[in-house]
C-alpha cells in the first residue's frame, strides 16, 4: 500500500517513517508538511492511505472532505494528540476512517493502517475509551450511509474472540499471539464495538454462533460475568 505523512513535525514523520517502512507492505511515497503539500503530493504521486495530523500547523480539518472529494477511493487515518470527544466525533463526520494518538503502540499504529486499507475502521485503546466515557455511537455518525453489509472481523480479530471464548486472559492471549497486553485490549475493545456487545459473554455468544467455538464448552462451565 503507499501512504503519504501529513504532518508539520519532522520528528514526528521520522518516527512514522521508520515505523512504516519496515513493514514489507508498505511504501512511504510522500511527506507533506501543509494541507497545500499535500495536495500537490496526492496529485503527483497519488496514495491509497493518508496518516495526518489535523491538528497540526499548516492543517485543518476543512482539508479531510476537500481531499476525500477528489480522491474518493483515499482513505485517511488521523494520528494526533489527546483531543476531546467532540473533535474526534468532527474528524470522523469529516470523513476520518480511523484514529489514533500518537503515543499508542507501534503495533496499534501498523494494525490501524492495515486494517483501513482493507476497508475497516481502527481505533486505539485510549481513543475507544474517550468515545465510550462521553457515550457516543459511533455507528450513528454514519446514519445517513448505512447498507445492509454485514460486519467485518478481521483474522487476527477472529483469533482473539476464540481465545475469549475459550477463557484466556488479555495477558495470556498476548503471550499466545506474541502481542504486548495493551494492544490485545485495543483489539477487544474494538470486537466490541463491532459486534455491538458490552461484554464477554456478547463476544462468546458471538463465538458460539460463528462456530469459532463449541457450545458444549461451555454447558458445565459457570456462568459468565
Known sequence: MQIILADSNELIRLGLRTILN?????????????????????????????????????????????????YESLKIIAITEAQNANIIIEALKSGVSSYVKKDCEIAEIIDAVKETNQGKQFFCGQLLETIQKAHIDVGELYSTEFTCEPVIISERENEIITLIAEGQTNEQIATSLFLS?????????????????????????????????????????????
Open 22 to 70: 519496515a513493514q514489507d507492505e508498505m511504501t512511504i511515497v510522500g511527506e507533506a508538511h501543509s494541507h497545500q503539500e499535500l495536495l500537490e503530493q496526492l496529485y503527483t504521486f497519488g496514495a491509497d492511505i493518508v496518516l495526518m495530523d489535523f491538528t497540526a500547523k499548516g492543517f485543518s480539518i476543512d482539508v479531510i472532505p476537500k481531499v476525500l472529494s477528489l
Open 181 to 225: 497486553k495493551h494492544t490485545v485490549s485495543t483489539h477487544r475493545k474494538n470486537i466490541m464495538a463491532k459486534l455491538g456487545v458490552k461484554n464477554t459473554a456478547g463476544i462468546v455468544m458471538y463465538a458460539v454462533k460463528s462456530d469459532l467455538v463449541s457450545p458444549n464448552r461451555f454447558l458445565f462451565s459457570p456462568s459468565l460475568n
